[in-house]
């Protein structure tokens, strides 16, 4: 863009002045200045072509490399290549006018800060400020594959220590937008791989600067005004955000402030280690280093309840709609993670314990939704599809290719027979995913978790939802709100302009977790639109959308529960609790062997047993309703 190079070349970079505190202008020569704001200029445009590519090939990758063989390729039927719709269009043009926007925000705040008054460049320091953290060759290595560097002079010329402060200065700077955009972290995580900067570097400095403020804030004393309507928010008759998942709601004052230098000095008393100043800090900060209105917008203190319209809206049509804190009370972050569970086989325990895998860099939450429509799906899907019940089904199956017998709709007769107890909880389910995205995408676009980036990561039906609600989105052009997204065992189409669509909104990561081996969502999803492919089941064909086949890993769809963190792990690193993770594998490591002590145990069952397993099921089902029925009615 020619806007972009007039402004970039024509900046006038001012010689060096003497200064007592260490900022970008006293940290780097002129020449080093430019260089910097040429890599930041380069990255945005990268991000912005990104929008604009929807033809490449995707990116394709395996956790493992097991042996391929003629028997176990998918079949999936060839589609001619389209041109986009009108309203693929239209959405492409309404990002890329969305990424230009932030664009030119960025870098004028950029270019403000350095073109500061003029400062004398600091003597290189005897001993150079430590680094955060250390890092291995394999973890920069990931980092760059998966967040291509730009190729930058810097490399070369910083002093050791320097990458970090620019990091840090920068972070400070994307604050002072008021906002934590979804881009704003791309950026920053490009600028690590362009610096050869860890990535544990990074998320320290954000979750040292979210702690900051949140402590600056704690130290103001929350007005009068701003107790009561929190009371009255918890007795209000909305849907909200759990209380206890707002991170500093009580502590910011609504119409308080924060006196600068009390922001300044826990932001730099945190950074000053690096060198950078307590003033320098504040500076950067802009207006969030003096109002604790901005603070509270940032970690969401005001968006704990979604209005009166919305919940009249969608009150009758989703139930038991809310956020779960997964951290203790106070851990902010300059980040949010939503976990959002398919089914419930037993207890309601398992909403949330899937993600607590979930942390270090992000402040978790597990999404409550629809748990009876979950409870009864879950418990029909515990009851039916059992190792020993399905143990002759599944061999009948994978005789063909999964997708033959999905679009030959060829299902062995036991199977069919356990259709009448699972078809009806997994469609009403899957209907209400949908609304439930909704609902997500409105508490999303009010900004509930502040004016903070998002990830969201769910497995089954909880993928639908996230689906639905990305969609919902890209419809109202809803953009740098979503940071990275993981679908695993999606029910979702496969088609392309879905994707594409959903590609356009989410600024980082858009992750396809599938199974080719998963019999048991190829089953379910037999009724639906399967001419357009299953995304739990295969690739999707969309440039800049992440397959993961875990087909090694997941031959039935109950096993997703388990397996997400061992594949979270490998996919969100710095955002997974590794020990959680290396438990949870654990888990699902005793479950196989328990199962296969169950097969062994029990041999195949044959068609009376299924019979009677399924009669069984149904009428433990019918019992649930009832039951639900009489306790409303109570």
């Known amino acids: 863009m020619q806007w972009r190079a007039s402004f970039l070349w024509h900046i006038s970079f001012p010689a060096n002045m003497p200064n007592n505190e260490t900022d970008l202008v006293a940290l780097l020569d002129r020449q080093q200045r430019k260089d910097l704001f040429r890599l930041i200029a380069d990255i945005t445009e990268s991000m912005r072509s990104a929008i604009e590519s929807y033809t490449n090939k995707p990116h394709h990758s395996k956790l493992t490399e097991p042996p391929i063989e003629a028997s176990t390729v998918l079949q999936v039927p060839e589609k001619p290549d389209s041109l986009p719709s009108p309203q693929l269009t239209g959405l492409q043009q309404a990002a890329l006018n969305s990424i230009d926007k932030w664009r030119a925000s960025v870098l004028s705040r950029i270019a403000e800060a350095l073109h500061a008054p003029p400062h004398h460049r600091s003597p290189p320091a005897t001993n150079p400020p430590p680094a955060l953290c250390t890092f291995g060759q394999k973890d920069l290595a990931w980092l760059q594959a998966t967040y291509p560097p730009i190729s930058t002079p810097l490399t070369q010329t910083l002093d050791p220590g320097h990458g970090e402060l620019i990091l840090q200065s920068l972070l400070l700077l994307l604050l002072s937008l008021e906002s934590y955009d979804a881009r704003s972290r791309v950026l920053l995580l490009r600028i690590c791989s362009s610096l050869g900067i860890p990535l544990a570097t990074l998320i320290q400095l954000e979750n040292t600067t979210a702690t900051s403020l949140l402590q600056a804030a704690e130290m103001?004393?929350?007005?009068?005004?701003?107790?009561?309507?929190?009371?009255?928010?918890?007795?209000?008759?909305?849907?909200?955000?759990?209380?206890?998942?707002?991170?500093?709601?009580?502590?910011?004052?609504?119409?308080?402030?924060?006196?600068?230098?009390?922001?300044?000095?826990?932001?730099?008393?945190?950074?000053?280690?690096?060198?950078?100043?307590?003033?320098?800090?504040?500076?950067?900060?802009?207006?969030?280093?003096?109002?604790?209105?901005?603070?509270?917008?940032?970690?969401?203190?005001?968006?704990?309840?979604?209005?009166?319209?919305?919940?009249?809206?969608?009150?009758?049509?989703?139930?038991?709609?809310?956020?779960?804190?997964?951290?203790?009370?106070?851990?902010?972050?300059?980040?949010?993670?939503?976990?959002?569970?398919?089914?419930?086989?037993?207890?309601?325990?398992?909403?949330?314990?899937?993600?607590?895998?979930?942390?270090?860099?992000?402040?978790?939450?597990?999404?409550?939704?629809?748990?009876?429509?979950?409870?009864?799906?879950?418990?029909?899907?515990?009851?039916?599809?059992?190792?020993?019940?399905?143990?002759?089904?599944?061999?009948?199956?994978?005789?063909?290719?999964?997708?033959?017998?999905?679009?030959?709709?060829?299902?062995?007769?036991?199977?069919?027979?356990?259709?009448?107890?699972?078809?009806?909880?997994?469609?009403?389910?899957?209907?209400?995913?949908?609304?439930?995205?909704?609902?997500?995408?409105?508490?999303?676009?009010?900004?509930?978790?502040?004016?903070?980036?998002?990830?969201?990561?769910?497995?089954?039906?909880?993928?639908?939802?996230?689906?639905?609600?990305?969609?919902?989105?890209?419809?109202?052009?809803?953009?740098?709100?979503?940071?990275?997204?993981?679908?695993?065992?999606?029910?979702?189409?496969?088609?392309?302009?879905?994707?594409?669509?959903?590609?356009?909104?989410?600024?980082?990561?858009?992750?396809?977790?599938?199974?080719?081996?998963?019999?048991?969502?190829?089953?379910?999803?037999?009724?639906?639109?399967?001419?357009?492919?299953?995304?739990?089941?295969?690739?999707?064909?969309?440039?800049?959308?992440?397959?993961?086949?875990?087909?090694?890993r997941v031959e039935g769809h109950l096993k997703y529960r388990f397996a997400v963190a061992g594949v979270l792990k490998e996919l969100l690193r710095g955002d997974v609790e590794v020990r959680e993770a290396e438990k949870m594998e654990r888990e699902l490591g005793e479950l196989e062997k328990e199962e296969k002590l169950q097969m062994k145990a029990k041999g195949h069952a044959d068609e009376d047993e299924v019979e009677e397993v399924v009669e069984k099921a149904g009428r433990e089902l019918e019992d649930r309703r009832q039951a639900r029925e009489r306790e409303e009615g109570s």
């Not at 089954?460 to 695993?488: D, H, K, P, Q, T």
Request: hydrophobic share 50%; glycine share 12%.
């Open 220 to 552: 103001m004393s929350a007005s009068t005004e701003t107790s009561s309507r929190a009371e009255s928010s918890k007795n209000a008759n909305w849907w909200k955000v759990s209380a206890a998942s707002i991170a500093g709601a009580a502590l910011i004052g609504v119409t308080g402030c924060l006196a600068a230098p009390m922001v300044a000095a826990g932001v730099g008393s945190v950074m000053g280690g690096l060198g950078l100043g307590a003033t320098a800090a504040a500076g950067y900060l802009g207006a969030l280093s003096s109002s604790g209105t901005l603070v509270g917008a940032l970690f969401g203190a005001y968006g704990g309840r979604m209005s009166g319209r919305v919940m009249e809206r969608y009150a009758k049509e989703v139930e038991d709609f809310s956020f779960l804190p997964l951290q203790a009370e106070g851990e902010g972050r300059l980040r949010v993670a939503i976990g959002i569970t398919g089914w419930i086989a037993e207890h309601e325990n398992e909403i949330t314990a899937p993600w607590r895998v979930l942390g270090g860099g992000v402040e978790t939450y597990a999404l409550r939704w629809e748990v009876a429509a979950l409870q009864d799906l879950g418990h029909a899907l515990q009851t039916i599809l059992t190792t020993y019940v399905m143990g002759k089904i599944k061999g009948q199956i994978i005789k063909r290719t999964l997708l033959a017998t999905l679009y030959s709709a060829l299902w062995p007769l036991g199977l069919m027979k356990a259709a009448k107890v699972v078809d009806n909880p997994f469609s009403i389910a899957k209907v209400r995913a949908e609304k439930a995205g909704l609902v997500l995408a409105d508490a999303i676009i009010h900004r509930a978790q502040g004016e903070r980036p998002v990830t969201l990561v769910g497995f089954s039906l909880g993928a639908r939802v996230i689906y639905a609600c990305l969609l919902s989105m890209a419809e109202r052009g809803a953009f740098g709100l979503v940071e990275n997204v993981v679908l695993f065992g999606a029910p979702v189409p496969a088609s392309t302009d879905a994707w594409k669509s959903i590609r356009t909104v989410v600024a980082g990561r858009v992750i396809n977790v599938f199974s080719s081996q998963d019999y048991i969502l190829a089953f379910l999803y037999r009724t639906s639109s399967i001419q357009l492919g299953v995304a739990g089941l295969q690739n999707v064909e969309v440039d800049g959308v992440e397959n993961v086949d875990v087909g090694d």
